[in-house]
């Protein structure tokens, strides 16, 4: 059962390039979520979703477009690269929500350089 | 609004000793729900924990105990018997509401160290 899975793993770009950050999940789980961390700090919510087709701004939405595609499937973009934007980068679903033993599933992460 | 604090932002503490991890929130809505996660060194997010706004009883999970004070706005964790393996990031997380729209933030984490 492969869980959350991101990619990539790794990515280096320059200032004003674009990129989007791929994140799938397997659970049938109805909401997604994007985070970010930076070093030596908590996760802040970038965007996340409810289901396909819709999205809500989070936290810190400013530099970052989502799309999701269908259930599975939710895509962070970020449109012009900023060196603000060096973060490692958390994909999670979860939900429904109110089991017992609820809990978000997280991707092993994005670690992300803007030069 | 929907708000999540840790206070310490790191604590030393012997191993085999019990250590209590802070965590407070704010919210308006009387249906939450609030997550610990571990994060060691290498970077994953390891679930420990959940306790619901409507459980009746703290959550327990092994050697973690959630110290659930709904008056006090309060979700303590607490590692009974600390192992040299706990030494990680901590992060008390909350969801607001229980629809698939509902946001869960995090809070800024505790930097756990165990002293062998």
């Known amino acids: 059962n492969a869980g959350v899975t991101q990619t990539p793993k790794f990515q280096v770009l320059k200032t004003g390039q674009s990129m989007t950050l791929q994140c799938a999940q397997d659970?049938?789980?109805?909401?997604m979520y994007w985070y970010r961390q930076d070093p030596g700090m908590g996760l802040r919510l970038i965007y996340y979703?409810?289901?396909?087709?819709?999205?809500d701004k989070g936290e810190v939405p400013n530099g970052y477009n989502v799309s999701r595609l269908n259930k599975r499937e939710f895509s962070l973009r970020l449109e012009s690269a900023a060196p603000s934007q060096t973060s490692v980068y958390f994909c999670?679903?979860?939900?429904?929500?109110?089991?017992?033993?609820?809990?978000?599933?997280f991707g092993s992460g994005t670690q992300l350089s803007v030069l | 609004a929907q708000k999540i604090t840790q206070t310490q932002p790191g604590m030393f503490v012997q191993e085999k000793e019990a250590v209590t991890l802070d965590c407070t929130y704010d919210?308006?809505?009387?249906?939450?729900?609030l997550f610990w996660y571990k994060q060691p060194s290498s970077g994953e997010m390891i679930f420990l924990i959940y306790q619901g706004s409507y459980d009746q009883q703290n959550a327990t999970e092994g050697r973690y105990s959630l110290n659930f004070q709904k008056a006090r706005k309060s979700a303590n964790l607490v590692i009974s018997a600390s192992q040299l393996g706990d030494s990680a990031m901590y992060f008390c997380a909350m969801r607001e509401g229980y629809s698939s729209a509902s946001k869960i933030i995090f809070g800024s984490g505790t930097r756990l160290s165990i002293r062998p």
């Open positions: 999670a679903s979860g939900a429904p929500w109110g089991g017992v033993r609820e809990k978000l599933f």
């Open positions: 979703s409810a289901s396909e087709g819709t999205t």
């Open positions: 919210t308006s809505d009387p249906s939450y729900g």
């Open positions: 659970m049938n789980h109805n909401s």
